[in-house]
């Protein structure tokens, strides 16, 4: 990440997080105990930080990064298993350099818009406690104050979208694909998380995706 980057002192402080016991325990440990097909690499088994273009107007909010995904590339979706379909849509929307990545080190990089997540650490079975994601919480809190050119947040899944909430003190808010919810600073934008389980039983179809970053690129300079 960019020396100029405001928020890497940031990032340097999630990387060392050892908030969460579980958490923690649990990403050291795949990092081990990998998967077959990734038995030769050296996983990155720490929290995760976040990335992309520190003055975007876009930013994009996760779950958090999966255990063969993110804690093995140290780097948050869209270098993950199930992220292909996050660089295919920012490059489509002239968000990204590249439609696809496999690493931190392959040139791929975000055009306005910057990805983090609720949690950044992955979490067993993707089930985050309510404590963990409080704990996270004060990451996720500051780098939304850093990010001060940021007008349209984009929620990926619903647990992206309630800590979005707690964080912008939204309430009796009610999570659905491409719903929008207007504040004066900022305008929220939900989608569902493009995970295999939605995008393979259909749930989540590439145009009703593709749709979402059409809409924050039109949101992002008419807000």
Not at 176 to 189: A, D, N, R
């Amino acid at each position: 990440m960019n020396s100029k980057n405001p928020i890497q002192p940031l990032n340097n402080r999630i990387i060392k997080c050892k908030k969460c016991t579980r958490l923690n325990s649990y990403i050291k440990q795949i990092s081990k105990d990998k998967v077959k097909r990734f038995s030769n690499e050296k996983y990155w088994g720490k929290p995760l930080p976040s990335f992309g273009d520190p003055r975007a107007q876009i930013l994009i909010v996760g779950l958090a990064p999966a255990a063969h995904g993110g804690n093995r590339t140290g780097r948050l979706s869209p270098v993950n298993i199930l992220g292909d379909w996050v660089a295919k849509v920012l490059y489509h929307n002239n968000l990204a350099t590249k439609p696809t990545s496999h690493n931190v080190h392959d040139g791929f990089s975000l055009i306005n818009c910057y990805i983090t997540a609720a949690v950044r650490c992955a979490p067993p079975d993707n089930k985050p406690t309510r404590q963990e994601m409080q704990n996270c919480s004060i990451y996720l809190e500051k780098e939304i104050t850093y990010l001060q050119n940021v007008r349209v947040i984009v929620c990926l899944g619903r647990i992206a979208f309630d800590a979005i909430c707690r964080i912008l003190t939204i309430k009796k808010a009610k999570f659905s694909h491409g719903g929008v919810i207007k504040l004066e600073k900022y305008i929220v934008l939900c989608s569902y998380h493009p995970s295999r389980q939605n995008t393979q039983t259909g749930r989540l179809l590439w145009d009703e995706w593709n749709q979402i970053f059409i809409l924050a690129k039109k949101m992002s300079t008419n807000n």
